[in-house]
């Protein structure tokens, strides 16, 4: 079985700065990307990067607005999501996952434990 792990995540002040890794176990044959979704409490879990494992597509949600990139290491089938100028309402649980690059969570297969991140005001 897949499995996804997530590191890096904590408590920061708002303006601070985050670098999360997420470390897949293999790579299937319907893992054509890997996401990172974020849940508040209270809220749906969405969107907030993708990245394509072959090729160079990336997405993000508009409401970051440039402040994350999401990177990757194919080799060792790994990703990031490199988060500066933090505001409180980046506050959730954040979520690695793999499947088809999409929006959406149902394209995602394989899903990650997930990693507290806190920004304080």
């Known amino acids: 079985q897949v499995q996804l792990v997530e590191s890096g995540g904590g408590l920061v002040q708002a303006g601070g700065s985050l670098r999360l890794s997420c470390a897949a176990s293999?790579?299937?044959?319907?893992?054509?990307?890997m996401a990172w979704f974020r849940q508040a409490p209270g809220k749906e879990r969405e969107f907030v990067a993708a990245?394509?494992?072959?090729?160079?597509?990336?997405t993000y949600e508009a409401s970051i607005e440039g402040r994350f990139t999401i990177s990757r290491h194919n080799a060792e089938n790994t990703v990031y999501l490199q988060m500066n100028n933090l505001k409180p309402e980046d506050t959730a649980v954040y979520y690695c996952?793999?499947?088809?690059?999409?929006?959406?969570?149902?394209?995602?297969?394989?899903w990650g434990q997930g990693t507290q991140v806190t920004v304080d005001s």
């Open positions: 990245t394509s494992l072959s090729g160079e597509a990336t």
């Open positions: 996952a793999a499947g088809t690059l999409s929006h959406w969570v149902r394209h995602y297969a394989y």
């Open positions: 293999e790579r299937t044959e319907s893992m054509y990307a």
